[in-house]
């Protein structure tokens, strides 16, 4: 059996830019190993969710993975809970959180309370609480970020946010979204918890301390992105019956990787691996390259040319895809993997955000049938022979290319 490497470049593709003569920054960038890989290999476009879909990269992420989002996805809560390390069970809603400000009026004045180093010191003050036999745990992430799950029977993720997502407005009620009595139950909880934590944090001594240094108190939780891990849910092995190891920086993709039961790999400060545009991606590559041997497929997330899109830094994307060039050379000249190189979605430098357009993507590999373009990039893999396909059409692909596919039929 073939092993499988594969590599996710979170939003590198891009629309033209007058400015790069109408290239997109892939098609504009030097990326001659990317290059090798795409005349080597069998290109073609791909939608990830569906033909103009202007996916989210947690949805995306899924249907790569071939999970329907549709069916498994509710919300992003559980993917950045687990990100940072909490339990997330299946009964779970778990929702992204932030520290934030209320002023005396109660409106929202900071949704990031003044961006505290950390917010360990609200989630200890407000320790345990348990409202209406509901658990909620709290967890500390970076800056004002915080993982929120609310544990207990009879709980559903179909609530509405109660982060407005605007300063100058009060905290949103939170509603039921749709007609059960485990919607209306999991949002009266919310309110009750939501009202309590502003009373409660009034009294936090670490309060009283940041607003005589002159900062802003972190006097209420923001919470938002409720989802929950639906019954139902097979884990990647289940469903392919593969080892698979995941090597990321980001805290929202080894969540996704974790809640699929994969093997994440935990990058200390030393590798220099942030999933930031200053990330050592050479030594991630060696990192991936090093645990493929004792698993079945590898999986390479690479994020930091779609945050440089969203910033509109459309030179920085080139410069940082020439980066994730170089870092790829072992693979551009290794024939013994099966590999694969995609992107989520297309990001675009001029709006700032993620758009619907097809994503580039290369299989290679022995046995693998290749075409005539010449270029990893937006416009030639359009003209590769893997033409058009959907991210829930991957998986498939990587399994009969491994070798493992059942014929169908006799
Ligand atoms: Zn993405």
């Not at 918890?193 to 005589?212: M, T, W, Y």
């Not at 980066?323 to 979605?345: M, R």
């Not at 430098?349 to 990039?377: C, M, W, Y």
């Not at 959907?390 to 493992?404: Q, S």
Request: charged share 25%; aromatic share 8%; proline share 5%.
């Amino acid at each position: 059996m073939k092993k499988v490497f594969f590599v996710i470049c979170d939003g590198l593709p891009d629309r033209p830019i007058k400015e790069l003569d109408n290239k997109t920054p892939l098609e504009y960038a030097k990326t001659p190993n990317l290059d090798k890989i795409a005349v080597d290999g069998l290109s073609g476009m791909m939608h990830t969710v569906d033909v103009g879909v202007r996916p989210g990269s947690d949805t995306a992420h899924l249907s790569i993975f071939g999970y329907d989002p549709y069916t498994y996805y509710s919300g992003r809560g559980p993917f950045e809970c687990a990100g940072i390390g909490m339990e997330v069970n299946k009964g779970d809603v778990a929702f992204r959180a932030n520290a934030g400000t209320l002023d005396d009026s109660g409106l929202v004045s900071d949704r990031r309370a003044g961006r505290p180093e950390s917010t360990k010191f609200i989630v200890d003050f407000l320790g345990e609480i348990e409202i209406d036999g509901i658990k909620f745990i709290l967890q500390e992430s970076l800056g004002h970020r915080i993982g929120m799950i609310m544990r207990g029977p009879g709980l559903s993720p179909k609530v509405s946010d109660q982060d407005p997502r605007k300063v100058g407005m009060p905290v949103h009620e939170v509603h039921p979204l749709d007609d059960t009595v485990e919607a209306k139950f999991t949002a009266e909880v919310l309110n009750k918890f939501s009202k309590l934590v502003a009373e409660k944090l009034k009294d936090c001594p670490a309060n009283q301390e940041r607003i005589a240094a002159g900062k802003l108190p972190a006097n209420i939780v923001l919470f938002r992105g409720a989802g929950a891990i639906p019954e139902h849910m097979p884990s990647l092995k289940d469903k392919y019956n593969l080892d698979a190891v995941f090597v990321a920086g980001g805290p929202l993709y080894k969540g996704i990787a974790k809640v699929l039961g994969m093997t994440v790999y935990d990058f200390d400060e030393a590798s220099g691996v942030t999933g930031l545009w200053n990330s050592n991606l050479q030594n991630k590559i060696n990192k991936a390259l090093e645990l493929s041997k004792d698993y079945d497929i590898t999986f390479v997330h690479i994020k930091a040319a779609d945050t440089l899109a969203e910033d509109g830094n459309y030179l920085g994307k080139i410069e940082f895809i020439e980066k994730i060039d170089a870092a790829l050379k072992p693979l551009a000249e290794d024939n013994d993997f099966l590999f694969v190189i995609t992107s989520d979605h297309t990001t675009s430098s001029a709006l700032k955000q993620h758009t619907g357009d097809p994503v580039p993507i290369t299989f290679k590999g022995e046995g693998v049938r290749t075409d005539d373009i010449n270029a990893f990039g937006e416009r030639e893999c359009a003209k590769g022979r893997l033409s058009h396909i959907k991210g829930e059409n991957v998986m498939p692909i990587v399994i009969d290319l491994m070798g493992l596919a059942e014929l169908f039929g006799a």
